[in-house]
């Protein structure tokens, strides 16, 4: 199902490799507890170019999308499933616009305000829709590909 089966929605967030290595994590936890979000489960990883692939297959056919995929395994990954009442959307308002030079001036308050350096390097993700979140959430912790990914790390 959708949620954790108490009512509440889930959304799939990801804390990206400039926001892990540049040391974000802890501030950006603690912007997620403060906005009344539960972190249902986490887990750090590595993403390799197949998993970064799949993860992103609805930009395959982009010109950034090689880019994007060297950008997203140079590095682990802190990857959450958040829950509280319209997840996905006060999700992606936290974070703030896609390109992180613009969301420095119009969103400056937001995450990606904070640690996000370009259009590129944003610093976080989130799910664009509850259906995204869906399958996010299947994609790293429920189908067979996070088996193997989770098997490399513990989960809370
Ligand atoms: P995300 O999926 O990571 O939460 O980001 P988003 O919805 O705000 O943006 P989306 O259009 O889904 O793009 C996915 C990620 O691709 C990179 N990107 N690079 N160079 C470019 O033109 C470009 N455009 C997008 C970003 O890392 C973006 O978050
Ligand atoms: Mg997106």
Known sequence: GGNGGNGKERTLAMIKPDGVSGNYTE???RIIVEASFDIAKEMLTQLDKETASAFYDE???RSFFP???TYM???PVLVMILEKTNAVSD?????GPTDAQKAKISHPHSIRALCGTDLQ???VHGSDSRSSAEREIKFFFEDVVSGDIASQHDEL
């Open 67 to 69: 880019d994007l995929v």
């Open 27 to 29: 501030e950006i936890k």
């Open 91 to 95: 999700w992606r308002g936290l974070i």
């Open 59 to 61: 930009h395959s056919s």
């Open 121 to 123: 390097r944003n610093c």
């Open 73 to 75: 395994t140079s590095g």
